[in-house]
């Protein structure tokens, strides 16, 4: 097995544990453990309690129950419980896919979804989307690319790294014609249940289709990817079966912990499910304002479901070079030095760049290089909204699955929280 570096993953490693303001990541706010026993009375002690051997490879039976539950017509065996989506995707592929077959990823997406089929040895085409398309799906492009080998289908619903639901029309297409040529269609929902209309959402796949694995995960919808959780779920055994002996060889079982913890989060998922989309709509309207003030820089269009939006920087078209030059710890503030006055060794090196980058944008320091003249330019109200800085929905992404043209705002989160954050105050 041949994999290529996950680039994607590589910035975070470098920059999601210093940078102040992650505005590039696509899970929604994250809870602490305490807030997820609070969700049922005698969770703590049984927690407490919870046996910490080896657990049952498939995922506890109460555990698959739960996740059953979520969809219409799936059966506890019909669910496996691999450590995460990312070891689902791993799974899922290796088990199911080898040299002689062909799959088709809908791209842009997330990284694995299409060096993971790669590395298989399999033959893949992408299914590209473009911007200047609004995103939209060509079904005729999708019916091209099918090859009598053509052994599975990668979509993402809703989509990484959009944030748009697949219409309902195409997504029933893409089920019709996976139908037609006997095609396995593996469906990342990681996002499911975080449409900002819950009436857009679209029945899971593996509830429509019979020969489909629907990939669901801890970490985006309900915010808790410390958990390390994930499911699939799929009405043909033999997926299910064939992803269970491939896991065998990645991690065996699942931690119990979080088996224990996932159980009581998904029983409670409403709870979460609600938190999360109320901090979504109140920084989606944050963020629709900023960008229409600045539709000179930035060009979106604007997600109906998940916490991510993929933004276009204008001005800079060769993202690799600048992100480069303009490494994220140049922006790095501290929220509390705002309320309170900024001080110069933190914040100077950030407006320089806000110049240099964007010029004509607001953080303009005007005069003064000391503390105090920097505190009398950029002090905040305090009452300013900082959720969408603390955890945002603004998703911006490194080159990612060949999406190199688009911009990645990566660098500039701290920049863009700053933004906000006066824009917002001011
Ligand atoms: C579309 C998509 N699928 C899968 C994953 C992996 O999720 P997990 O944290 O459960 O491994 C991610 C993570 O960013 C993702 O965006």
């Known amino acids: 097995m041949r994999m290529k570096p996950f680039r994607i993953e590589q910035y975070f490693a470098k920059h999601e544990f210093s940078a102040k303001y992650l505005l590039s990541s696509s899970d929604a706010e994250s809870r602490t453990i305490q807030d997820v026993l609070d969700l049922e009375p005698g969770s703590h002690e049984r927690l407490l309690q919870h046996w910490c051997g080896y657990t049952e490879s498939p995922g506890a039976p109460w555990l698959r129950s739960t996740v059953a539950a979520i969809y219409k017509n799936i059966a506890p065996e019909q669910v496996l419980v691999p450590s995460c989506a990312e070891e689902g995707i791993l799974v899922v592929y290796h088990a199911m896919v080898g040299p002689e077959d062909h799959v088709v990823v809908e791209t842009p997406c997330f990284e694995s979804g299409l060096e993971v089929a790669r590395s298989t040895g399999a033959e893949v085409s992408e299914w590209r989307r473009k911007a200047e398309d609004g995103w939209s799906h060509n079904l005729d492009a999708l019916r091209k690319l099918i090859r009598p080998n053509t052994r599975m289908i990668y979509i993402t619903t809703p989509h990484h790294p959009t944030g748009l639901l697949m219409p309902r029309q195409v997504f029933e297409e893409v089920i019709e014609l996976c139908r037609k040529h006997r095609i396995l269609l593996f469906c990342d929902e990681v996002f499911r249940e975080l449409e900002h209309d819950p009436g857009m959402r679209l029945p899971a796949a593996c509830d429509v289709y019979e020969n489909a694995v629907s990939l669901g995960s801890m970490s985006k919808t309900y915010g808790l990817p410390g958990l390390r959780l994930g499911w699939l779920v799929s009405r043909n055994p033999s997926v299910i079966q064939r992803c269970l002996d491939f896991r065998f060889y990645t ?32 920084n989606l309207s944050l963020l629709e304002a900023f960008f229409a003030e600045r539709s000179d820089l930035f060009e979106w269009v604007k997600p109906n479901a998940s916490p991510m939006c993929f933004v276009r920087f204008k001005p800079q078209r ?57 505190q009398a330019k950029l002090t905040v109200s305090k009452s300013c909204d900082c959720e969408m800085v603390r955890k945002g929905i603004l998703s911006t992404r490194p080159p990612n699955s060949g999406a190199s043209e688009f911009s990645a705002l990566f660098a500039l989160s701290e920049a863009v929280s700053f933004l906000q954050i006066r824009h917002d105050g001011a």
């Not at 699942?254 to 999360?276: C, G, M, W, Y």
């Not at 140049?330 to 705002?338: D, G």
């Not at 309170?340 to 806000?354: D, H, Q």
């Open 251 to 282: 991690t065996i079982c699942s931690s119990a912990p979080s088996e224990f913890l996932t159980d009581v989060a998904l029983r409670h998922r409403q709870v979460l499910i609600q938190r999360n989309l109320g901090i979504l709509r109140r």
């Open 318 to 374: 060769d993202v690799a070079q600048f992100l480069r030059r303009t490494p994220p710890h140049s922006f790095r503030v501290r929220t509390r030095e705002y309320a309170g006055g900024a001080s110069a060794t933190e914040l100077l090196p950030g407006i320089k760049v806000l110049e240099k980058h964007k010029s004509g944008i607001r953080a303009k320091r005007t005069s003064g290089t000391t503390s105090e003249s920097c």
